[in-house]
Every structure is written in structure tokens, then in C-alpha cells.
């Protein structure tokens, strides 16, 4: 099992920046894909960002890509989303996922709880 666990969200001004952060335990996150989702109230959850295990390979939506950028740091077991130039469009629950790990789970397969971002315009 993986717990995730995200922080780092809050209120901020349209062309403002947030770092989420989403730290991890019970399993090493370095053999995992992880990602951010996000859901604005009354829509789908949609893909945000990925990362492959050793963080070579990173994929971002086409909404956010220039604005957004994901690390990770395996050995603080700890994934990252920068946010810049935020806009009101960005506002949602942003969750954290990880999965494709050993024991054979897909991806995404384990969710952190969600942190509020809010841009007011």
C-alpha cells in the first residue's frame, strides 16, 4: 500500500504561483509513476501531470504545459507541482496518484485526499 499525502494548496491571485506537494509512505515512491489529477466542482477529474519512476520522463497536459512543471525527489519520497501564471480556470481539488508500482497496479491506483487550489480572477 501507498499513502499520499498532498499539501501546498490555498487562495492565490490569477498570475500567482503554488508549489503542491504530495509526500508519500508505506512504499519507496521511486518504483512508482505519479501524477497530479484535478477536479473543478461539477466536472470530471482530468489529468494534470506524470512522472515515470526515475523522473526521466514527464508528461503534462496540454492546458497547463508551460505554466506547470512536476519533479520528484525519490529520496524525500516526495512529488512536486509547480504552478505558475495561475489562472481562474485552474481552480479545483488537485489530487495526487500513483501506481504501475511492483506489486503489479495499475496507474493511477492509489489517491492522496486533495488539496483546494483556489484563483480568484
Known amino acids: 500500500q501507498v499513502q499520499l499525502v498532498e499539501s501546498g494548496g490555498g487562495l492565490v491571485q490569477a498570475g500567482g504561483s503554488l508549489r503542491l506537494s504530495c509526500a508519500a509512505s508505506?512504499?519507496?515512491?521511486?518504483?512508482?509513476?505519479v501524477g497530479w489529477f484535478r477536479q473543478a466542482p461539477e466536472k470530471e477529474r482530468e489529468f494534470v501531470a506524470r512522472s515515470n519512476w526515475s523522473g526521466t520522463s514527464t508528461y503534462v497536459a496540454d492546458s497547463v504545459k508551460g505554466r506547470f512543471t512536476m519533479s520528484r525527489d525519490n529520496s524525500k519520497n516526495t512529488v512536486y507541482l509547480q504552478m505558475n501564471s495561475l489562472k481562474a480556470e485552474d481552480t479545483a481539488v488537485y489530487y495526487c496518484?500513483?501506481?504501475?508500482?511492483?506489486?503489479?497496479?495499475?496507474?493511477?491506483?492509489?489517491w492522496g485526499q486533495g488539496t483546494q487550489v483556489t484563483v480568484s480572477s
Open positions: 496518484a500513483a501506481g504501475g508500482g511492483p506489486e503489479g497496479s495499475s496507474w493511477p491506483h492509489y
Open positions: 508505506g512504499r519507496t515512491l521511486s518504483r512508482y509513476t
